[in-house]
């Protein structure tokens, strides 16, 4: 081959790899949106300790949510959220006398059907955050029930989905977002069946879908969208609005029984664009969403690979699951705050803030590209914020991966109190400095 036609063919080939990128660039930010950029959320988390008329240990514990500081153009949403919180502070000053005489009772009625009591009845609510931009805000609420002893259900769990308009502070409800509720229904239930082709739905044919969801939506219209105990949400279903697609929540037993659990179901943007309406049908270049223990994700990385990606509790540590790889991390930790982080030039992360050796803190971050996962540490550095004497621990919740509050606790600060720092993702996925 002569030098003239090797260079047509390398010049040739060049032109096809620009090309070749630009299309799988393109349709991996096919639905991010430049414009919308991330706002900044602190969780507060109150724990109240009992003990009722027999001594048992009655435990109630729920979380707050709040923009951190204030800014006019969103009041609104603060608004909110502050409504939201208040009516936990109501649930707990009213409800506190109630769930301590129910608690006297259930052990009493334990007993004598002849049921074991372990002395510990537990009310507990964590929040986690799906998504925080100019656009949407969205967070899933998680309930469980302990009631003072074992049951064939085991303990009680149950989701709820909070998908709030960044600007206006309402409720966004189904006919917001989809362009074609029955076609959503049809969609979410093929998608079902074939994620769980091993069950047998108890409602046979059909399996209502869109009756569960719209009654979800009432609820909200009517006013009954603050908190509830977690018994309110057996039997329905509930949805949050992701940076790349929704995901929908069946509470059992709305489709299985108790013991099978909560059944989940994604339907991305790119797998069904059609039924989005063009408003929601995006989310930021840079995003993070927050993981549930025990519940996989699934999204559209910045790489453009639809993938699931789930965190298990096992002994020891955590198990990641991130398609095709699995990772056991076996080191010891305690309390984990999951949160996966997806970049526009198609790297993705899961960072895990976690409790070592009950004191402090440490930043454990697991690179998910498609290979064996990598992990690397981040010593001493977490999301609580620096101990206030009398207020409330708080946690600054990850949303923006170029701009992030850590702050330093370790055996090093032990005298001079801890640092907080500002930070964004550096190129080796470990939290850069930029203050």
């Known amino acids: 081959m002569d030098g003239r036609k090797r260079c047509l063919l390398l010049g040739f080939a060049c032109f096809l790899a620009l090309f070749l990128q630009d299309c799988f660039g393109e349709a991996a930010d096919r639905y991010a949106d430049a414009s919308l950029q991330s706002l900044m959320l602190d969780r507060k988390e109150h ?8 001594g048992d240990d009655v435990l109630l514990r729920y979380q707050d949510i709040g923009l951190r500081g204030f800014n006019r153009a969103y009041r609104f949403l603060s608004g909110r959220m502050s409504s939201h919180n208040s009516e936990q502070e109501l649930m707990r000053v009213h409800g506190v006398s109630s769930m301590l ?3 006297v009772e259930t052990h009493q009625k334990r007993l004598e059907d002849g049921l074991p009591v372990d ?3 537990r009310r507990e609510r964590d929040l986690y955050v799906r998504r925080a931009d100019t656009l949407v805000v969205s967070f899933l609420e998680r309930d469980m029930l302990h009631r003072g002893g074992p049951s064939p259900s085991g303990d009680l769990h149950s989701v709820r989905g909070r998908n709030l ?16 509720l029955e076609g959503v229904a049809s969609a979410v239930e093929k998608e079902l069946r074939r994620s769980y082709p091993e069950v047998a739905f108890h409602r046979g044919g059909s399996l209502g879908i869109l009756d569960l969801l719209q009654a979800c939506d009432e609820k909200l219209k009517e006013g009954l969208g603050g ?3 977690a018994e309110a949400n057996e039997g329905t279903a509930t949805w949050t609005l992701e940076p790349r697609g929704v995901t929908f929540y069946f509470n059992p037993p709305s489709l299985g029984a108790f013991r099978d659990g909560i059944y989940t179901v994604t339907l991305l943007f790119d797998e069904y664009p059609e039924l989005f309406q063009e408003k929601y049908r995006c989310g930021p270049l840079d995003y993070c969403i927050e993981l549930m223990p025990q519940m996989p994700v699934r999204t559209t990385l910045g790489d453009g690979r639809n993938i699931s990606v789930g965190v298990y509790d096992s002994n020891p540590g955590l198990l990641i699951d991130c398609g095709r790889e699995r990772f056991q991390d076996a080191s010891d930790m305690d309390d984990a705050r999951l949160v996966l982080v997806s970049l ?3 790297r993705s992360y899961l960072y895990a803030a976690c409790t070592v050796d009950k004191v402090y803190h440490d930043l454990r971050v697991f690179k998910l590209d498609g290979k064996p996962v990598e992990k690397k540490v981040f010593a001493h550095w977490g999301f609580r914020d620096a101990p206030v004497p009398r207020q409330l621990p708080k946690w600054r919740i990850l949303s923006d991966p170029g701009d992030f509050l850590l702050t330093m606790d370790g055996p090093e600060t032990a005298e001079e109190g801890s640092l907080t720092h500002r930070f964004r993702v550096g190129t080796d996925g470990l939290p850069e400095q930029v203050d």
Do not use: A
């Not at 724990?47 to 027999?54: G, M, P, T």
């Not at 206006?168 to 409800?173: D, V």
């Open 47 to 54: 724990v109240l300790d009992y003990k009722n008329d027999l």
């Open 101 to 103: 005489k129910n608690t």
């Open 119 to 121: 002395g510990s009845f």
């Open 165 to 180: 308009d960044s600007q206006s502070g309402k409720y966004i409800l189904l006919q917001d977002v989809f362009t074609d």
């Open 227 to 229: 908190m509830q105990w």
């Open 344 to 346: 526009r030039d198609g």
